[in-house]
Each structure stands twice: as C-alpha cells, then as structure tokens.
C-alpha cells in the first residue's frame, strides 16, 4: 500500500489517496475507511464480498484505466451502504451470485442517499438464474450511471427501488445465454426522475426496459407512495432484439421519444399494471413520439400488450416511424389511441 501526500480540501478535511497493490491490502484498507479517500487500485484480479458502511466523499478507481483491476466472485462484489458521493471508476466485476454491485440506503427509506457516480464499469455474469441483478440501486438520488457495460445476468441489469433524481447515459447492456435477464433496466418502488438517453440494448432481456415494476409495500421510497415510477424519460437509445422494446408497468408519467427500436419478437410494447393495492395510480400518462420502429409481421402479431386495470386512453403516440419489414402494407400499428402525424410503411430515417 502506498499512501500519497493528503491534500487539504474547502471543508478543512483532508483528503487522501491510497494505491492498493494486492488484495489483503484492499480488505485491510476497506476495513479502517475515512472521509474524502479515493483508492486507486492496481490492475490484477480482487475477490469479491466487500460491504462498506457510512463514508462519504470515498472514489474507487483503477490506478490504470486501460488496465482495470477484476473484483470476482463473491455473493456481491461491492456493498455500499450510506456512502454519499461515492465514485466507482474503471473496475471490472463479475462472477457473482447475488447482484454485481449493491447501493443502498442502509434501509433509511426516507432519507435517500446523494450524490453517487457510475462511470466505465464492466459487469459481467450475474447469477446466472434468479432475480440477481448487475448493479442494484436502493433509496438513491442525483445518481449517474455513465458508459457502463452489463453483459449476462439473471434478474435486472440495472434495477432502481425508490431512486430519483437520476441519469442513465451512455450504456451498453448485452443478454447472453443462459441467463435470464428480466430486464436491462426497471424503474419501480416509487422512483422518479429519471433520464434514460443514449444506451445501447442487443437482447437484453424480457424487458429491455421495465418502466415501474411490482414492489412490496414495505419497499417504497418515500413510504407512501402510490405509484410505481413517475417523471422518466427514455430517450435516444438503441433498442434490438427482446420480447417488447419496453413495458410500461404501473408509471405516472413517462416520454419514450427519438429511440430506434429494431425487431422485437412479440411486442413492441406492453401496458401493464402489477401492483394493485387501493389508490395506486393506473400505468398513465406517457406520450411516445419521434421513435423509429422497424418489425416483422411474422413475429409481431399484437403490438401492444394490454393489461386491464391501465389507462391506455391517457396514452399520446406522434410523428413515430412504422415500418413491418416483411410486410410494408401492413406497417400501421393497433394502438390504444389515434396517433398524430405517424409514418407507415416508408423507409426508416436514420437517427442523427
């Protein structure tokens, strides 16, 4: 281990870099944690099994980015529990049984935790079966995920319980065989604000995209909450392969616009309503626009999977691009409303 010269920050506190070299030096390290520490972590392979608790300010890096250190194996690689504004930067982590990497609240549910940082991690085989997710998120807010790559995992690659405030951007999520990947993405337990933009999804689940979900009532964040998700945005990705390109579960308000959507196998998308206990708010209120669609009538039968208990009349579609490819006659969708100024059956313009 070698300790750099600490730097005095704004809050008079100190700050210290540490560069770990092996793995007992890690253990060793994440056992005795300060405030305001940023570990760089040489490259090599690190068993998996770590549960941080209460640090604030702490960044885990590799100390070379084009070389990233391997967290393997373990029930979860990485539990942080009330750590705001943490950074996780350029790691590698895979191999584990129950999720990839684990970020809570410490079961604060109405006090969620500030400030977390995502960026260039690569997760890898997670579970493979069963609800095991690649990145769970938990009570979180002012969250950035950012160029992460999910390839393999068995229940969400990136699951939000009551997480707000927040930006998905950039990623990569890749389904692989033999794993069940209910979805890259699911939005639920009362979350809300929420970006999804500029991510790339190649069969990457059921769901590529699950917006809200089924939770249980004890799980909800703030307690009280009567809708699944609410306020998300999805917009500018790439959506390929997969049941649906996404579900709309139990949501109060959602825009799914300007994303390229490319053969899904049964859907395109599914209206839904899971959980129904007194005063949730029907899945509503979500205006789908500028989306380019491109399908087979031999695989897409229905477009719009429809549960009851919905409000698919509060459903906008306007100015998507529809194409059947096999069949371009047959382009125009079924859809719960009138859309406003649809294209069917022409060329798909390229997304700029």
Known sequence: MIRLLPLLLASTTLAET??????ATLRATLAD???????????????????????????????????????IGGNTALQFSRCP???????????????????????????????????????????????????????????TIRDCSITGWGGQGIDFVGCHDSLITACQFIGKPGFTASASIQLKGGTSGIIVEKCRFLNAGER?????????????????????????????????????????????????????????????????????????????????KNNRFTFRRSEVQTEINLSDGTAPETFRFESNHWLAEDLPARSQPKLPTQETAGTYGQPIPKSE
């Open 18 to 23: 540490i560069v770990i070299k092996d793995p």
């Open 85 to 143: 504004h943490l950074t996780l930067r350029h790691l590698i982590i895979t191999g584990q049984s129950a999720n990839g990497l684990n970020l809570d609240d410490g079961g604060q549910l109405d006090s969620p935790v500030p400030g977390i940082t995502l960026d260039h991690l690569e997760v890898s085989d997670i579970g493979p079966t069963g609800n095991h997710d690649a990145i769970k998120c938990s009570g979180l807010k002012q969250l």
């Open 208 to 288: 590529p995209l699950n917006i809200g979900g089924s939770t249980g009532l004890a799980y909800f964040r703030p307690p009280g909450t009567k809708h699944e998700a609410a306020r998300i945005i999805v917009r500018d990705n790439h959506i390929e392969g997969s049941s649906c390109a996404a579900a709309f579960v139990g949501v109060d308000g959602a825009e799914f616009s300007n994303n390229t959507i490319l053969y899904p196998t049964k859907w395109i998308f599914r209206i839904l309503q899971e959980t129904r206990e007194p005063g949730f708010a029907p899945c509503r209120n979500v205006l789908i």
């Open 33 to 71: 944690l300060k405030p305001n520490t940023t570990l760089q972590i040489a490259p090599g392979d690190y068993p998996g099994g770590h549960h941080i608790t209460g640090i604030d300010h702490l960044t885990l890096e590799a100390l070379d980015p084009a070389n990233p250190p391997r967290f």
